[in-house]
């Protein structure tokens, strides 16, 4: 059974930091590819930041480089997003999802349930 959990959101200041973690079973991530979207209240799934274990590759959203950061412990099957510099647009709801490569559509083969973010101005 493929399951991904995510934790580590919460409520912030605009300004500061979190670290979201997403964690897998069922599953290695060895042989995939983690990405991380946001959906705000009434606002379409945005594409935040994905990693290939294939390559390392690394991807991020505009709006987010240089303050994002995604990495992976493929020991622990863990994938991580360190958020820093977080603005109050940055308030979504954030969810993980696998596949077996990073691409840009929202088709992914699984998600998991999400966690909340929270900037306050």
């Known amino acids: 059974e493929v399951q991904l959990v995510e934790s580590g959101g919460g409520l912030v200041q605009a300004g500061g930091s979190l670290r979201l973690s997403c964690a897998a079973s069922?599953?290695?991530?060895?042989?995939?590819?983690i990405g991380w979207f946001r959906q705000a209240p009434g606002k379409e799934r945005e594409g935040v930041s994905c990693?290939?274990?294939?390559?390392?590759?690394?991807y991020y959203a505009d709006s987010v480089k240089g303050r994002f950061t995604i990495s992976s412990d493929n020991a622990k099957n863990t994938v991580y997003l360190q958020m820093n510099s977080l603005k109050p647009e940055d308030t979504a709801v954030y969810y993980c999802?696998?596949?077996?490569?990073?691409?840009?559509?929202?088709?992914?083969?699984?998600w998991g349930q999400g966690t909340q973010v929270t900037v306050s101005s």
């Open positions: 999802a696998a596949d077996r490569r990073c691409h840009s559509d929202y088709d992914w083969g699984s």
């Open positions: 069922g599953f290695t991530f060895d042989d995939y590819a």
């Open positions: 990693i290939s274990s294939s390559d390392g590759s690394t």
